[in-house]
């Protein structure tokens, strides 16, 4: 593996998640893999799970690690071409780029999207740049439009956990107060769609994503239609597309999208964290023994411990 | 030892001082202990000594560290439970403990008292909710009440310099500008309950601690006859109790009770630091050879190594 | 080498540059040399190069590391003697850095200039003091007014890729919209100074440097008559030293300052980076083979290294 800054850079997602697994039950068995190679993890926006897990992955592998909070410790980078660097920005990304790849051997970098700026979120012009001008692989924490870690231990998790060969999987839309990325749904669906599931989204309507995300995956409008018989069940808040980074109606009015026990049915509860407690989902789902949230965060590790050991066994 | 979040968890204080100091004299004896297991460190708030020390303590283990100022870098924390999560905290204590146990093998935490809400930070609402809820052990780097990895380094201290059997030890009240904690002073008082001393604390009127840290120990509210013969004083600020987390005067006022040289007369000088200069004490004692507060600080490497070494011994 | 916090504590600078140069070829030669030791880095502002560098020249020798953003992670600092410490500062250096001492076997401090009080900056009132109280070897990371580390990865830089016996080497003023300090400059001046080049200076009338950086140094104020057959372009603002801190124009008033592929001709571009593209550089010359930015950068690593082992092979 080159970089993995989306699920485009897997080549085999059966086998990716067959030696995951297998480093979940071995996470040692590969310590000298990483001797002497160094992970810088730059940080651009908060982080709990994709910096603890990625730390601990990059240090089973016998990595160093680096973390650096990008807005507080360094200086402002620019990322236009050929700007008259006069105003805020202390730093190209060119250099930046081409500097950090002189201290690590592999970059990680965490960068949300604007919100604001459809064109500019879409261009991926963080992590974009960092691909462009390092000579390192580049590991996306979570950018603009993708969390492939994060899908990638959703597919590790439901891989684990399903009972049937090919379970139904819903991603439900819940509501949030604030307006929140496409990134986990845009990754998640986009896993799902490689992997022998049945898969269906729900959210009120308006709530559209992308037609590069959805591509032939079926929406159902019916919250409680969609559920139905579903083994898994995804929750997640996204703001509108269209009407990009808005939230169109308050918490209170879309409070029937809250999962609770009674929709969840028998199907196993997903969330990514970090979750907002009654309002995308009841207490007693999260409290309750069909949450595998834990055991999702968990996975995180084992996620980011391969793609790193991939990464790692392609360098020179 | 399961967890060290208080002076309860000591089982063996004269035990625990003994091992203290034979890891002082011999650091890495045990740095095979720690090889592939974790410490999160966790700050609620500012650290200096006791994060360097608890780091260095965990390295000398031979753990691996991860350092987290969880205001800056990670999501604001909900500790209620119940809570509709619609306002200002994006994840819940009860997934945090949980998912940080996923990966650290041990997690510490600081995290000051509000000092405007006595029930709450009385209740220990931090560290409380991390070790119901984490499935690894948890060490108390300060918490709203309580200071015990310093009180230990104090004890050590103490046990080490005292030439005496039992020696006489002056917790004295300082002025200060600001409200600070009582913390250090409770596990101080709390410590010294427990090691064969005698103990004697002075403030001006109005700044009583609690019943429950004050046990039988004796107040002297007249400081100079408090301090007549000691061979320790130790010297810190708290803020009212009573009247809760108030500066009943201005520190001119209260000036008197400075500690200097005179009133020092032949006994050490400890304080846990950072200590305001010709406010709580003057240059002439921290300057002079009586304060062990550099021999204080050294030894909270080793009494927060001793604590990281028991419970690394419980771990299965 | 017992501290390195200007080009004074050089004894034999090209023994030095060797030797870093043979770390660089085989940068894992020594990595016993730190084994238990520790570099604690101290941040009073921004680094990305710097710290990156360090850590990894540290991690080379087998140093652990840890890296403390002052400001937001502890206490504000007091360097007066004296003071009765009634206001904003919590804690004296005599006990941070004493402190400290005893949890690291080298501390690395970086602390820029006021630029608003001269005197307070040549005093160097952040290291010095660091210097005085701390009972380890200092490692200068850019103070008020020198940045050692960077002049010696120039040097490095410089002796690798030169083609003559006794290049001529020009340090060029360049435009820049903020206030920025003279410690590049001067350290830079001062090492080739060392050097076997010939140094010339060159920047707008009322931007002269203090005497006691220039020496004997020939300034020269025509750019172009400057910069004629020069090996290397080293190109840094600063700010007034004179009207202390002042920029006394506008960046486009200068802006016939900024270096073109025309007024490099066939010299090798240098700066320390972070550089503004198309105020101090045209991005013509920073995209161009004849920069040597990023090798500079990559030599941050190697100057540190060496001075790390020097320190280190000090500690009995």
């Known amino acids: 593996m ?28 590969y310590e000298h893999l990483g001797k002497r190679k160094r992970l810088v993890m730059l940080f651009f926006n908060s982080s709990l799970r994709t910096r603890l897990s990625t730390e601990k992955a990059a240090s089973n592998l016998g990595m160093d690690v680096t973390v650096m909070n990008f807005n507080s410790d360094a ?20 250099e930046a780029a081409k500097v950090i790849s002189q201290y690590g051997d592999v970059i990680a970098v965490r960068a949300f999207p604007t919100l604001t700026d459809k064109a500019k979120d879409e261009s991926e012009y ?5 691909v462009k001008y390092a000579t390192v692989p580049v590991v996306n924490m979570e950018s603009a439009t993708a969390h492939p870690l994060q899908a990638l231990a959703d597919a590790i998790t439901i891989t684990e ?24 749904a845009n990754s ?19 709530y559209e994503l992308s037609d590069a995300t959805m591509k032939d995956t079926p929406v159902v409008y019916d919250q ?11 929750v997640k808040n996204w703001s509108n597309y269209e009407d ?3 939230v169109l109606a308050t918490v209170d009015s879309h409070s029937s999208w809250t999962i609770t026990d009674e929709k969840l049915g028998d199907a196993k509860f997903m969330h990514c964290l970090p979750v ?17 949230v834990i055991e999702q965060a968990n996975n995180r590790t084992f996620s980011a411990q391969v793609v790193l050991k991939k990464i790692l066994e392609n360098l020179n």
């Open 224 to 234: 409680d239609e969609a559920l139905k018989d579903a083994d898994f069940v995804y």
């Open 276 to 292: 907002r407690r009654n309002v995308i989902v009841a207490d007693e789902v999260l409290d309750g023994e069909q949450s595998v």
């Open 188 to 206: 998640f669906i986009g896993m799902m769609q490689k992997m022998d599931v049945e898969l269906t989204v729900t959210h009120p309507k308006g």
């Open 244 to 246: 990009y980074g808005k």
């Open 161 to 184: 956990l399903s009972e049937k060969k090919k379970p139904k999987v819903v991603l439900s839309w819940a509501p949030h107060p604030k307006a929140l990325p496409h990134a986990v």
């Open 75 to 94: 200086w402002k980078l620019e990322f236009e071409d050929g700007t008259v660097m006069n105003a805020d920005t202390s730093e190209h990304v060119k």
């Open 2 to 29: 080159k970089k993995y800054t989306g699920l485009d850079d897997i080549t085999d997602l059966q086998e990716l998640i067959a030696e995951a697994r297998a480093l979940k039950a071995n996470p040692y068995a």
């Open 126 to 130: 963080v992590i974009s740049n960092f």
